[in-house]
């Protein structure tokens, strides 16, 4: 399958772009730079110079394209805009042709999920992630279109020292003699999580085996609290598993409206993608990960 990818450089992109090879599919990925062209091509892709914002070259990529997987996002007050803008030219391209278009959310638009949910669960986002919810209903309901349209969920996306649980890293400490690393909320809450290379096979197996108007949790049914991540964490910078609650007027200050998503107690199987895709999460927990020291800064 030739499939043109969003987002090839980033976190989750750039985990696809060797799954999807390795499958046999062809990637071509969107580059905004040289650079990020350069980069492309060294992970085996062929890089499309442009811009999300350039909607004749999403149209005419989807259309030449086998399949559409779009990962890419700003992650700021722009980000709703410009999913729209790429929704509009990739369903506009696909319809009618039963190709796949994968599209990217996120589960945190379950809100507090009151112990573990499933796909089914009802939806209850925090401001920060309220505007998915329209985009991903029309990408759902582009199978009435006869697009293959398809929506991931991911969890708190994590693997080699990247994604979110950087910030739950570089948190304050406390200023004592033996300081303590915070963590945001009571750290009774819940995060539902999964490994970046598990959530590429994710990706790849929704491409070909995914039904259109599917939604799928992207999660590997680990779902640690946030004290045991602090904790782990706190061992993993040196600090010997001492932990505090940060005030949540500093988590505000520091996080922004992402502090809101941050206080959520979530839990979620990924069950729903192991049935229906033969899909298997494998890879090494967030706990583990933060234990370990991956997220510790060597030079500090």
């Known amino acids: 399958m030739d499939i043109f990818l969003t987002g090839g450089t980033g976190f989750v992109g750039s985990a696809i772009v060797p799954v999807a090879l390795r499958h046999g599919h062809t990637v071509r990925a969107l580059a905004r730079s040289e650079a990020a062209a350069a980069a492309l091509r060294g992970a085996g892709a062929i890089p499309v110079l442009g811009s999300l914002h350039d909607t004749e070259l999403l149209t005419r990529e989807a259309t030449e394209a086998d399949g559409v997987i779009h990962t890419a996002s700003p992650g700021d007050q722009t980000s709703a805009a410009l999913d729209e803008k790429v929704i509009d030219a990739v369903l506009g391209a696909l319809r009618g042709t039963n190709k796949p278009y994968l599209h990217t959310s996120g589960v945190w638009i379950y809100g507090n999920t009151d112990g573990e949910i499933d796909e089914d669960a009802p939806l209850a986002p925090p401001p920060v992630t309220a505007w998915r919810l329209p985009l991903d209903a029309r990408v759902r309901a582009s199978a009435g ?48 999580t999964i490994h970046v290379d598990d959530l590429a096979r994710l990706y790849v197996a929704a491409l070909t085996r995914g039904k259109a108007g599917s939604y799928y949790i992207g999660v590997s049914g680990a779902n640690p609290l946030v004290r045991d991540l602090a904790q782990a964490a706190s061992h993993g910078i040196g600090l010997e598993g001492r932990v505090a609650p940060e005030d949540e007027a500093a988590t505000r200050e520091r996080l922004g409206p992402l502090a809101d998503a941050f206080f959520l107690d979530q839990q979620a199987t990924g069950a729903r993608a192991r049935t229906e895709l033969d899909w298997e999460p494998k890879g090494p927990t967030l706990v583990d990960e933060l234990s370990i020291g991956s997220y510790s800064d060597p030079d500090a």
């Open 145 to 192: 279109d006869g697009v293959r349209g398809i929506v991931i969920g991911p969890g708190i996306v994590y693997g080699h020292g990247k994604g979110l649980p950087d910030l739950l890293v570089n948190a304050s400490r406390t200023a004592e003699e033996y300081p303590a690393l915070t963590f945001p909320g009571t750290g009774d809450q819940h995060w539902t």
